[in-house]
């Protein structure tokens, strides 16, 4: 018998991607020796590289008139699929011939965390875990742009990562705001030979810069340094992680890294980290309410972080080597 193929058509956004990523192994364990086809977006897809059974990643660049299904189509509709999962809710799965289709529907999000509904949406009774697949790549990659700068500026020391990113204005803590929360840590003996770590993507240098203007010789700068897989190498390399609501604070939440995630007006109760070590900082905490980013105040992030610290590193608990 020939090994079963499977056609996993995810998301174009990073953080989607990790959600959904233990979609993997649940595919690995409903069928044996599958070989998996994942389509997704650009920025995302080096996520999938090294992931089990994973042969082949198509990229999604969107087009006009939905041009970029078109395309995907022209490449799967010629093969037979033993299993078919679109967590994007495209007419695909119904175009192309298949054994068994799996489709997303949004009539399904009834207040469900969106890893529980993934889990569902696979049959799954227990919640399908996020996974990240580094790859000695990607962990070369992330030492090539850390170790120098460890070796440099105020010597090596335990490294928190901060994720100021700015793709979505309503979900960006302002920019000035980091470099005021790394001078109140700088300044906290808890923090004591930190070294201060933004990561992000080639456009992320401007909400990052007041980090690491701030952080001076301690500052470890990993903006646009490298792809999403060497990103989450240099974020497993951090002891603490804080960030935006974004792709990044995903990655930290499904490395087990003790995580930080800072949440406006969107659903923290529902896109926050997922993880045993995570926790969140919302301008308004009350679940159903809702105030701008703005409103999270320095102070508020800063008495998180502490909190976060004290819980995950300690006094008396030694930080990564």
Not at 145 to 168: E, K, M, Y
Not at 299 to 311: E, K
Request: proline share 9%; hydrophobic share 40%; net charge neutral.
């Amino acid at each position: 018998m020939s090994e079963p193929t499977v056609l996993f058509v995810t998301s174009n956004r990073i953080g989607d991607c990790v959600i959904s990523s233990g979609v993997i192994r649940e595919i690995g364990r409903q069928l044996p020796g599958a070989r998996i086809t994942v389509a997704c977006g650009r920025p995302p897809a080096p996520f999938f590289r090294s992931a089990p059974d994973v042969v082949e990643t198509i990229i999604l660049d969107k087009k006009k008139m939905a041009g970029h299904w078109v395309d995907l189509w022209k490449q799967v509709a010629g093969r037979r699929w033993d299993l078919v999962i679109d967590i994007r809710g495209s007419a695909l799965a119904w175009l192309i011939p298949a054994k068994r289709r799996v489709v997303y529907n949004r009539s399904w999000e009834t207040g469900l965390r969106k890893v529980e509904m993934v889990s569902r949406l696979m049959g799954s009774d227990t919640p399908l875990d996020p996974e990240i697949w580094l790859d000695d790549q990607a962990r070369a990659e992330a030492a090539a742009v850390i170790d120098p700068q460890l070796a440099g500026g105020s010597g090596p020391g335990p490294i928190i990562a901060l994720a100021p990113i700015a793709h979505q204005p309503g979900k960006s803590w302002p920019a000035e705001r980091w470099g005021q929360l790394v001078e109140r840590l700088k300044a906290d003996s808890r923090f004591d030979g930190w070294r201060f770590m933004p990561v992000g993507g080639p456009g992320d240098r401007p909400p990052a810069t007041p980090a690491l203007e701030a952080a001076g010789p301690r500052g470890i700068d990993f903006v646009g340094k490298g792809d999403i897989l060497a990103s989450a190498a240099a974020i497993n390399r951090a002891d603490l992680f804080v960030g935006n609501d974004s792709g990044l604070m995903h990655v930290s939440a499904a490395l087990g890294g003790p995580t930080l995630g800072l949440f406006g007006p969107t659903e923290w109760w529902l896109y926050g980290p997922w993880g045993p070590r995570t926790r969140t900082a919302a301008s308004n905490e009350t679940r159903g309410q809702f105030a701008p980013i703005e409103d999270l105040s320095v102070d508020h992030v800063f008495d998180a972080v502490i909190a976060l610290h004290d819980s995950y590193i300690g006094a008396g608990s030694p930080a990564k080597p």
